[in-house]
């Protein structure tokens, strides 16, 4: 969704910079709206009207929630990256999707239970868990397959296996 107000037409920059000091729980407008860049635009695009709690307000209910979720999903990522790299470390070569084929198995089960109790879940949760579940069975697919590549003929496997990945 592309926002429209005064907060959003601000640089990404001193957007970012609003965000942290809103995620730390400091105030923002006097700061804000004290910043030369930020007048500069209000002056260009708003005839010079500054910032107001109630801009501030829309931007905490929309921009800053969505910086909120983009926030959580980095450090999601983050997360799995670091223990992708750690399990690799401990499980020796080999794809990772076989260490986290159990691990999702059952964290898939918890969420279509916990979704599930009482009828509480709705199309969109659902939809959203089979996207995982097609995505994840996809990738094992490709796993197998190349299983099946290097097994085959003895050492042309490797070869083969290469060409794949170049064509």
């Known amino acids: ?30 700061w804000l709206d004290g910043l030369p860049e930020v007048r500069a635009v209000l002056a260009r695009d ?19 929630r969505d910086w909120q979720r983009e926030q959580e999903a980095l450090n999601c990522v983050q997360g799995v990256a670091g223990l992708g790299r750690e399990l690799a470390a401990e499980t020796g070569p080999g794809p990772l999707t076989d260490v986290f084929s159990a691990s999702l198995a059952l964290l ?16 969109e949760t659902r939809r959203e868990m089979l996207a995982v579940i097609r995505e994840w069975t ?21 070869s083969r296996l290469i060409q794949v990945n170049q064509a």
Not at 142 to 157: C, E, K, N, T, Y
């Open 108 to 123: 898939l089960t918890r969420l279509m239970k916990d979704a599930d109790a009482g009828g509480t879940a709705d199309a």
């Open 46 to 64: 708003f005839d010079g009207m500054g910032l107001s709690e109630q801009n501030l307000s829309a931007w905490r209910w929309g921009g800053f």
């Open 1 to 30: 969704m592309t926002r429209r107000g005064k907060i959003a037409r601000l640089a990404v920059g001193v957007r970012k910079a609003l965000n942290q000091r809103l995620d730390e729980g400091e105030p923002g407008v006097a």
């Open 138 to 158: 996809a990738l094992r697919r490709a796993d197998h397959r190349v299983a099946r590549l290097i097994g085959r003929g003895g050492g042309g496997g490797e």
